[in-house]
């Protein structure tokens, strides 16, 4: 059986969850540069949730894969230096399977037909089966093949063809006299015995199916042509009778004593979180590892859980704990390029991090390719066109800059694209919400924030037309109560963006929200809605207006609770 290749281990290049369609095109154009400015490591671009129908639109026009999903980069099994031991035949003996654990200090082997796992055998089932060697029928109840027993016994065949042939009878002992011998033997018995050639013609007259001359005797010539007559093998082997009288139970195969039920395995993708759990609530010390499709791989063991290598991360268009993918604190994070406000994010060693106040990170990958003078391919191009022009809005966001205008406008020609043209028919593509959940619009481009004690989320969709604009707001609107419950939030906010007049309709939900917003951006929410005109950016417009908000609302109740305090005193 070959071993299985080893699994290879990835950067994973990624951005934040409810990933928009920076987050999704510098996952896949900063992965393509690192892979040609870094040619001794693989990087890969993922992402950590669902796209949006804007970036769908995107990957299609510039046919550009999905990049795979990672819901949770917590270790896995596939992340551990498991061994990667190839299974062996259910038809395998009994005393090879031993000398192979014995020879490569393992207690467990795995059984497989192809790489579909069928069992396991332990050293404890083993020792089991040498234990109890009383049972003279086993070799037939166990469908021995003649081979194994030839193999285990290291023996010559003298006389039958053994191909195919299993064991069809007990195992005796030639010790007797002829007479005792004939009293004793069945058909198709396998007959041990030395040099008495008075006793290998009276196994042979009894149909024994199967002679074994120890110590390497001689068989004479009629002994050989009655046995062809007879259809009855006859083996040699250089074991002294007690000999192989013990070894000869060991040719079973082991597929009759392997464990087929209820076996415990792990997937690749297993966390390793609760194959530690498993582990030490049991007493194997070896367990199968199988790939996603079933497949065998190899075994682990506790041992082979302290070699973890951590999934390695670049993160791309965010650098906050609430915004990254789960299991962040269980990885190792090697770079950050991004372009919103630096939030504490603790990492275990330094890391490169690039944040530029651009309206975009894409506009950061495109320096970066400029400055390690890597060529642009149009697809690429085209990937992070798309991103600057959602990010600024086709350049109408405050956060815009014109080092985002110029990437934009080069990158279109080396994509072949008419900037206009093709940025109104991405937001067209992206504003259209027919066949969508509330849940799908409004996790299309949504992040949480924290504030003080105060947690709020804040999505955000663009739109070229009224029709579907308004279409996103009558279906997400009754789902911002439902949000608030499931993610445990103070507030949700939902912005509503109107490219073409650069005006908000900001949609609220939670005690207090409307009183945020009004102080926020000086307005008259109505009906947990404000109309706030020329604001267009979350990253610029919003956030820092509502943490504002937010943070002299908590102020003034600190200090009449304060005050509260002192009159009682």
């Known amino acids: 059986m070959v071993s299985q290749p080893a699994i290879s281990h990835d950067i994973k290049v990624i951005g934040h969850r409810n990933p928009d369609t920076d987050s999704i095109c510098a996952a896949i154009a900063y992965s393509r540069l690192k892979n040609q400015v870094d040619t001794e490591r693989s990087y890969k671009p993922c992402r950590a949730g669902s796209l949006n129908r804007e970036t769908e639109f995107v990957l299609q026009h510039f046919q550009t894969p999905v990049p795979q999903l990672y819901t949770d980069v917590s270790p896995q099994v596939r992340d551990v230096d498991f061994r990667r031991r190839a299974g062996v035949d259910g038809e395998t003996s009994i005393r090879k399977a031993w000398i192979a654990m014995r020879d490569e200090q393992l207690d467990t082997l795995c059984i497989v037909d192809g790489d579909e796992l069928k069992g396991l055998i332990t050293v ?196 906050e704990r609430s915004q990254a993918v789960e299991g962040l604190d269980k990885a190792e994070v090697l770079e950050i390029i991004d372009h919103h406000r630096i939030n504490p994010l603790v990492t275990d060693g330094p890391v490169y991090f690039r944040n530029v106040p651009v309206g975009c990170t894409c506009t950061i990958v495109y320096q970066m390719y400029r400055e390690y003078g890597v060529d642009i391919d149009p697809s690429t191009a085209g990937l992070m066109l798309s991103a600057i022009l959602s990010d600024t809005l086709m350049f109408r966001s405050p956060t815009c800059t014109a080092a985002d205008q110029r990437a934009a406008r080069d990158l279109a020609g080396i994509a072949g694209v008419d900037l206009e043209e093709y940025a109104d028919a991405m937001f067209e593509a992206g504003g259209d919400v027919s066949g969508k959940t509330a849940e799908e619009i409004f996790n299309s481009d949504y992040k949480i924030f924290t504030c003080g004690d105060t947690r709020f989320g804040v999505g955000q969709g663009s739109y070229m037309s009224e029709r579907n604009r308004k279409a996103s707001e009558a279906l997400v609107g009754p789902y911002l109560e439902i949000a608030l419950d499931k993610q445990q939030l103070d507030y949700a906010f939902y912005m509503f963006t109107d490219v073409r007049t650069s005006t908000t309709e900001l949609l609220m939900a939670g005690p207090g929200a409307e009183q945020v917003a009004e102080r926020a951006f000086d307005a008259q929410p109505r009906d947990g809605m404000a109309v706030l005109p020329g604001v267009v950016s979350r990253k610029k417009q919003l956030i820092p207006a509502l943490m504002t908000a937010i943070k002299d609302m908590e102020t003034e109740k600190t200090n009449a609770a304060d005050f509260g305090r002192f009159l009682d005193n």
């Open 124 to 319: 404890k089932d083993i020792a089991t089966v040498n234990m109890d060697t009383l049972d003279t029928h086993i070799l037939e109840k166990a469908g021995t093949s003649y081979q194994n027993i030839v193999e285990t016994l290291n023996a010559e065949v003298l006389v039958g063809n053994i191909d195919g042939r299993t064991v069809q009878g007990r195992v005796i002992i030639g010790a007797g006299s002829p007479e005792q011998m004939e009293k004793a033997i069945s058909k198709g018995d396998i007959v041990i015995l030395a040099n008495r050639a008075e006793g290998q013609l009276a196994a042979i007259e009894m149909n024994a199916g199967c002679i074994v001359v120890c110590v390497g005797s001689q068989v004479s010539r009629s002994i050989c042509m009655l046995a062809q007559e007879k259809d009855c093998i006859i083996l040699r082997t250089d074991y002294d009778t007690y000999a192989a009288g013990q070894l000869i139970t060991q040719a079973a195969p082991i597929r009759h004593y392997m464990v087929s039920k209820d076996l415990l395995t792990f997937r690749l993708n297993s966390p390793v979180e609760d194959a530690t759990k498993i582990m030490a609530s049991v007493r194997h010390r070896y367990f199968p590892v199988l790939d996603n499709d079933g497949a065998y791989l190899g075994v682990v063991s506790r041992r082979n859980l302290l070699n973890l290598h951590k999934k390695q991360l670049i993160l791309v268009d965010h650098n």
